[in-house]
């Protein structure tokens, strides 16, 4: 746990930050949900408030005055055991309250929040408020995939600013790294924060495998789709192909064939495809096919996390052929914080390292991230692995 | 027609008054679209703004330079002879263009018309213009229930304003009027403007008929409600039956119990229901059951319009038994204007009169409306008909 | 009402004639449901039953002992008021009862229901046994159509038999017959049965019209097909022009393009399309974007009827452009009975006449037949009408 | 490999064995698809036969004659590079070909099959042959669940047959063995044969752990009932959670709760709930929910292989905490074959062990059966797992 001077700086840049991602944006961009995984950037503001003021706010402060008695009702996501909430499918269709509302709703909290963080020393408040700020963290990378998503998902193809950069480092020749098979530990070590799906430390027993020291790039990507990659049956999963053709699936999400040339939707606005740049917005059902065409594979998490010291990371969030599963001795934390990550181990894949769209610090060689199969609107990316 | 000054005179006025119905709004209500039959404010300001690009200045202004190239795609409702067009249940998923392009949109063309007008003296022009002009007019009265709508379906219940009314007139006891059958013509007869769908002025022979010199108020269906009208399988159409048990319906649209009491919501807010109010929000399903309840019946188009002398009209909507066809010797207009109404007559059912959201002089005894039967976001109210 | 010999005979001929229509199925034609307007041949011969067994037998013949207690569940249609009831898409889930068992079913009943009939001659039980048999002659008709979309919606396309001729009349030429307009009497007229939909007899005004002597031939809609009606808008109604792309239809129901030519499946199995037959198995929608194309229209139900006495009838189930709606003073009969016809009358278009899968005497120049506008398995076909 | 004349025996058993699973059906009961994971019997028995003529028959016997050219598209399930097939959902449409047919379908490729076998010594042949024994062996598992399905979802509920017992053995009390941490070696080792997703004989780590001697029992499951375990959001995963809700699922599938007391369908009709056998029909959710309940787990699908010598199995198929995945070193088959596991690795979970469905010698320890997390037709149940 950090110190609270610098747990009350963390916390204030935390909020300032989210609000400096929303800062190019029209009024008129934070209302929409073009699709249901993507929450409008009104519902994230209001949302990563709302937990300070579930959770802490007015359990520790005496006759704390919540800023509105039906945003309890608007803001909670998917706590069940908290109460009733609006769908998650109906977000994108509430105009009130207004984007000026939440931001007063959040100077309220953030004013509350900071008086409590000055006047109540408790390890538990301290607790709290930590991973209230790793919730809002986590949001400031939804808030700037769904952004995305909502700009890109619009016919102008409005740009998001002039100055984003999408790529962190470019590919031009990748190589295999050979790790060593053995025993490897497993899981967060450390005393700073993590998520409790990293905790467990545990030991994995893993095969002699090569992990490639870059991810694959768009170049390598285009190859497969002109190679008829999107056409060969056997490449994919079941319901791998029949997504790809019930949805007419053929490229990755944001590339658009103009003219016979693949361009891609970038926070910048419209560009041509940058052929070094790592593949992102790919399903975890095309990562595994291009796997399968290549012959080789995607890694586990374990391997991953095995071979982090061999190579930078953290520039896209790689798919892994894991399935999000507790890791020896999970237990769920009590009550309402307990549905933070347990309740969502089954159907999904687990994700490792980070994006553009990642806070800085807020990532972690053993951080777990995880998605359904088929989702595609996070930049996410794969390495390959090969058995020797 | 209208001569050319008051024709410039009613454009202008049409224009202003569709943005003072929007000034209450903020502008995230703008954007939203909770179901798919609700369409956006912004959508409607746009939309009735290209139908006068489209229809006339890119077609009688040389090298017209139209606002913005995409906005064809944007604001096109359902003209299929135009091009390609948003999906209308994707209206509510954009963003942009803004409100604020929106309304720059509107002033450019506004301007570029009003010079139209002034220079240009033909009478395609003006007919043209006419028709956007009800047209507009029609999307006036669409924005207030759109609105209302928005509002209304929000968690948070905000109002449009304190003044808007909804009752024009209050109903303390009705009687019957004796209306004698026989031949009767049918259509609109005047020079002045009207859709083709009330051309064909025809003769209809009527048996003699009571009609109810007032509308059904809240206070007799609240009498159907709590004789269990809703739960009476033999008063309803067997579609109406499935609709009202898989949708939960129970009361018209807006009204909320409360402790026990019915509240409805209103533009001004969630009220007391108004017991001598006309009932409004109800479908065509629930008018049709009432009527069934009090062993009367429905109008049909032609025994409303023989009546018109006898009462008032156009305080609500009113639901008739007619299903929405052609008359004798309906002809659609050639091309794009041609889609404005044949080609929705089928499987809806005729309204007359009008309502509280229905702008000044925009309707008349001929005025045939329409809308699925299931519907219920406009005012749609009934008034009963017994035979002799 | 028929005398008491004369409808036992009836009524045993009825029921023979149900077998027979049976009799070229294999024990599997018998069970499934493709589609849901489809019933199991088995659900008809249970249904038809159960209709003698529910409104007569147990109500006129004290400690009527049913054949099996869950029959009135299985084999229940639409009776909301007399209890719950196999939802009608899961009627193709249902192996059990066997055929063999509702053979032995319907036995049952119809010795019960001859013994009653020779002991009972109260009118009301004749009434209602008049009734049901003209039930289940309905059903009759469903049955052939329902076996012919069972077999030639199968990838074998199984014939039903060699016998079956599907054409009553070929079609050469056909010509207009002029009726004049004036005031025209509606309705059921005579003592002999007709249901309580025709009832009513009312005076309606027609203007004078042209009707074609003979129905549309397979050659007249090829040449609507081939000059490229499937794809232009202008004809189509709003809704059959989503429906059609989005079902991808291009051609009636049963046609095939095999190596660029047209055939269609019949009751006796696929054969080359036969140009001089009357074309069927289209939709209202089809119909209907048909005339627009001849710059002609649909008869409504009136003119129809009012032109009777000019041409033969009873070809083929013919659209009209009326929509199903109550004749003036339509009550519906008390009870469950009731349910028979008035809660079916909105969202659905008028039929006129008969087709090959009509039981002998079972129409007349009233009968009125309704389906959705989208329906196709009907032999249903159409005949055009020109105003003056 | 086995020599062939016991290869020869073993076919003509197999072949035997599914139609005596079928002996006691009406030919009704082979037609029907009650939902989409429930196959028409009669399509179990042409698919099992396709498989010999498709992969075996058309390709080692010159000149081979089909037995007709359309079952190739009527009975291939999943082959996407075999060609095109009927919809996995409309195999419950198709009354033909009649149970007959097939009948004669299977008797002419088991003679065409024993004619090769007896002729072809090759061991390609040979190992084709019993893949096909294996997979029809599977189908005849699915053949019991399935016809269970179809019977248990009617509404008369009629059995199976009079003796055939769900029960391998009751459950009085149950007791944890301690299983050591360690190596462990995990997949098929011995040459006889096994699927492909068996192979790649592997190390696996693993702690300590106690593992209970005995499955779970109706009594246990009834506690959990009883304690509120389905209204308690915190015991379910999330997906879980709305699918309980959607489903109305509040007990396994065919518990029926008859004044108060719960029933079950068996094959032999409706039961009491016997308390001493071990719950079946649950999803991988309510084993999951259970255990969570009962502050214990699930096994891994390692821990279950690894203590495979403490304890009987093969009672019930068992969910496990394992995603199906690929072992370390797993390479499909290539060709169509290869579409048989490798496909299906993602979003589904692990069964270990056998059920009262499953053939003779079907299964072993290795054996990795696989589902979607929220299916019950099967005859499911769990195994609690504790950590020290």
């Known amino acids: 746990m950090v110190i609270t001077d610098d747990l009350l700086t963390l916390f204030l840049e935390t909020r300032s930050?989210?609000?400096?991602?929303?800062?190019?944006?029209?009024?008129?961009?934070?209302?929409?949900?073009?699709?249901?995984?993507?929450?409008?950037?009104?519902?994230?503001?209001g949302h990563t408030t709302w937990f300070f003021e579930e959770f802490i706010l007015s359990k520790y402060i005496k006759d704390y005055k919540r800023f509105h008695s039906d945003f309890d009702y608007v803001f909670n996501s998917y706590y069940e055991s908290v109460g009733k909430r609006v769908v998650r499918t109906n977000r994108g269709n509430l105009s009130r309250p207004t984007v000026s509302e939440?931001?007063?709703?959040?100077d309220y909290v953030t004013s509350k929040l900071q008086t409590l963080l000055e006047e109540n020393e408790s390890s538990d408040v301290r607790t709290l408020v930590?991973?209230?700020?790793?919730?809002?963290?986590?949001?400031?990378?939804?808030?700037?995939?769904?952004?995305?998503?909502i700009l890109g998902n619009n016919p102008l193809l409005p740009k998001y600013?002039?100055?984003?950069?999408?790529?962190?480092?470019?590919?031009?020749?990748?190589?295999?790294?050979?790790?060593?098979?053995?025993?490897?530990?497993?899981?967060?070590?450390?005393d700073d924060f993590c998520y409790d799906n990293?905790?467990?430390?545990?030991?994995?027993?893993?095969?002699?495998?090569?992990?490639?020291?870059?991810?694959?790039?768009?170049?390598?990507?285009?190859?497969?789709?002109?190679?008829?990659?999107?056409?060969?049956?056997?490449?994919?999963?079941?319901?791998?192909?029949?997504?790809?053709?019930?949805?007419?699936i053929n490229a990755p999400l944001y590339w658009h064939k103009i003219e016979g040339q693949y361009q891609h939707y970038t926070l910048q606005g419209l560009k041509a495809l940058q052929l070094d740049a790592p593949v992102t917005h790919i399903s975890y059902y095309e990562a595994f096919a291009f796997a399968q065409w290549r012959g080789e594979r995607l890694p586990t998490e374990f391997e991953w996390e095995a071979a982090q010291s061999y190579f930078k990371w953290g520039e896209r969030w790689e798919w892994t052929e894991s399935a999000y599963l507790p890791y020896p001795n999970y237990t769920k934390a009590p009550g309402a914080l307990g549905e933070y990550n347990g309740k969502f181990m089954v159907n999904q894949k687990v994700l490792r390292g980070g994006s553009v769209a990642t806070p800085q610090n807020h990532t972690r060689p053993t951080y777990r991230n995880f998605f359904h199969p088929n989702l595609r609107w996070q930049f996410t990316g794969l390495r390959l692995v090969k058995d020797k």
Do not use: M
Not at 17 to 45: F, G, N, R
Not at 102 to 106: G, L, S, T
Not at 206 to 230: H, Q
């Open 198 to 248: 990293e905790l467990g430390v545990h030991k994995v027993l893993l095969n002699d495998f090569l992990i490639a020291d870059k991810l694959v790039s768009n170049k390598e990507y285009l190859e497969f789709i002109n190679a008829g990659g999107y056409k060969d049956s056997l490449l994919w999963h079941a319901e791998a192909w029949d997504w790809i053709n019930n949805e007419a």
């Open 161 to 190: 600013n002039d100055t984003f950069s999408e790529v962190l480092a470019t590919i031009d020749t990748s190589s295999y790294i050979e790790v060593k098979g053995g025993i490897y530990e497993i899981g967060h070590k450390d």
């Open 102 to 106: 939440v931001y007063e709703y959040r």
């Open 130 to 149: 930590e991973i209230g700020i790793h919730h809002e963290k986590q949001h400031q990378e939804l808030l700037i995939t769904d952004i995305k998503f």
């Open 17 to 45: 930050c989210t609000e400096e991602i929303c800062a190019p944006l029209q009024v008129e961009d934070y209302v929409v949900q073009p699709v249901v995984d993507v929450s409008p950037p009104k519902w994230h503001l």
